[in-house]
């Protein structure tokens, strides 16, 4: 596995954060219909909080984010994407056993959304996450705490 890893987002990270979102779910979102430009970096620029995001490195420079933010009854995971070139290389799995086990050490359910057809369902359904509903774009699932 690749060496990686967390640091606190900073306002100045949503442009890197908006880009990546963008590559990463293009293939996703075309498939689904979904796709647009513009809408796909806005939405990220609109939901962007620092404060709950943490930026991905390796070797010093940015290479995806996550975020966890808190509502009433979970923590949400959002904003999960990682440069193409990292996916499969163990990073992603790193991060989420991380932040897991953040969450279960406070006795926090989780919850997420992906997109139907996505790849990373997989990585979801591996550490324990089960799917609560569905529409024809997005599956939402919820992990309770260990």
Do not use: K
């Not at 009854?73 to 990073?91: K, V």
């Amino acid at each position: 596995m690749v060496d990686w890893g967390l640091r606190q987002a900073s306002v100045s990270d949503v442009e890197a954060v908006a880009e990546l979102r963008a590559v990463v779910l293009r293939a996703d979102l075309e498939r689904l219909g979904r796709y647009d430009a513009r809408r796909v970096r806005q939405r990220l620029r609109d939901g962007f909080d620092p404060a709950h995001t943490w930026a991905i490195e390796v070797g010093g420079s940015f290479a995806g984010c996550v975020a966890l933010r808190p509502a009433r009854d979970a923590h949400w995971l959002e904003h999960f994407y990682l440069a193409a070139r990292l996916q499969g290389s163990g990073i992603g799995t790193g991060v989420l056993r991380e932040l897991l086990q953040r969450c279960d050490s406070g006795g926090i359910l989780v919850r997420l959304n992906v997109l139907q057809g996505s790849p990373a369902r997989r990585l979801y359904e591996r550490h324990g996450f089960t799917v609560e509903t569905e529409d024809p774009v997005d599956v939402f699932m919820v992990r309770e705490p260990a």
